[in-house]
């Protein structure tokens, strides 16, 4: 697990009109910056070389764009900085709570933390009654899922996130971003388009990073959501150490449901193992594009073993409309001489790849469109385990790459 010395999480509050979201002003605290007066980007010294090479197929070479980044739309509003509170008694939504009583004592005694300090921060804890309500929990409302099987299904999945709208903003992330991706590229061997298509997808490109408490979100899915408690109670434990460490007010980080937080969009164990500090300005902030641009090739690189000398996804044809030979996913592994019997052939060479690929299936209004996929598509999968939200990475990716080069 990487540690960590410096971290400056901006957090955000963000208004819902008109379907876009705005950031109101966030606030910076850090223990060795009283007077918050912080940048929120500056330059990071190249590696010494002639040109950069991005690892993606075929080969191409990056296009140099100043390495002067646009600053995002984050502005820093002035808060006294935070000082631990401490007290015997636990307050709150969750005052009562046995689970609660327990897990801060057994906290204390893990990680050698003090308990009174713990009381006052689970004290300002509010139900997060709408994470509850996204995972079904008292079944008031079933989870959305995206129902694969039916005809159609990946169209509409494919609407919401490779669209006129998210291609032009990702361009525009993209050109801004452009030092840091090649430098995320350079470091890691990750292609940017995977980098940019997971920002694109997970946050529209920072424009939706989530509104809920961190602390609430976690807290109450710990304490409540019985089925996956334990990944909850490690990731609140997380939180808790992040923010102590660092001294964040536990409340200030605002992020999804679920607890993650960023333009990547890290749970709190992903970030303390794998979020860097790309730009070198001292601190790891996920709501900064260049430590999330390196954050994501660090994970995608560490988590996912990726292999920068392989391609990523490539299209078959089939000549049947709807496909039900054999399992499909991004857990299937099959040998491309046994998927050509089966008659499927591919739309390209595969840049010369003849390894194993899983088959993926992706239904379509008037047929089942088929794909192979490398390790490296099963890579995306580790950031979210369903086929078609790696698909939707990957090409949202390529058409944005496709628009910037001219070509993929």
Sequence with gaps: MIKIKHLTLIPTILLLSSGCVKKEPTTLITENNPNNNIP???TYPMPTQPQVVVPSYPTTTIPTYPTTTTTPPIVIET???YIPQRTPYLRGAYASNYKLKQLINNMAAKYNLDRYELNAIFSTVNRDTLALDKYGVYKKRKPSKQKTSQ????????????????????????????????????????????????????TNFGGFTGKHSVLNALTTLALE????????????ENYILLTKEQKIHPQA?????????????????????YAVDLNGDGHTNLFDPADAIGSIANYFKNKGKWNPRIPVAM????????FYGIPTGFKT??????????????????????????????????RDELWWGTSNFRAITRYNPKDYYAMAVHQLGQEIKKAVYGRQ
């Design 151 to 202: 005809i159609g299904s990946w169209s509409k999945y494919r609407a919401q996130f490779v669209n006129p709208s998210h291609i032009r903003k990702g361009i525009q992330f993209w050109r801004e971003n452009a030092n840091w991706l090649n430098m995320a590229a350079y470091r890691y061997g990750v292609d940017p388009a995977y980098i940019v298509g997971i920002i694109g997808v997970e």
């Design 253 to 273: 980080i605002k992020g999804s449901y679920a607890g993650a937080f960023g333009l990547a969009q890290f749970m709190p164990s992903s970030f303390r193992e």
């Design 225 to 236: 959501y019985k089925k996956r408690s334990k990944f909850f109670t490690s990731e609140l």
């Design 79 to 81: 808060q006294p900085q």
């Design 315 to 322: 299209k078959v044809y089939y000549n049947k409309k709807r």
């Design 333 to 366: 592994s099959y040998s491309q001489s046994y998927l050509y019997r089966l008659g499927m052939r591919p739309s390209s060479n595969f840049y010369g790849y003849k390894g194993a690929v899983s088959l993926i299936k992706l239904s379509k209004y008037d």
């Design 40 to 42: 929120i980007a500056q």
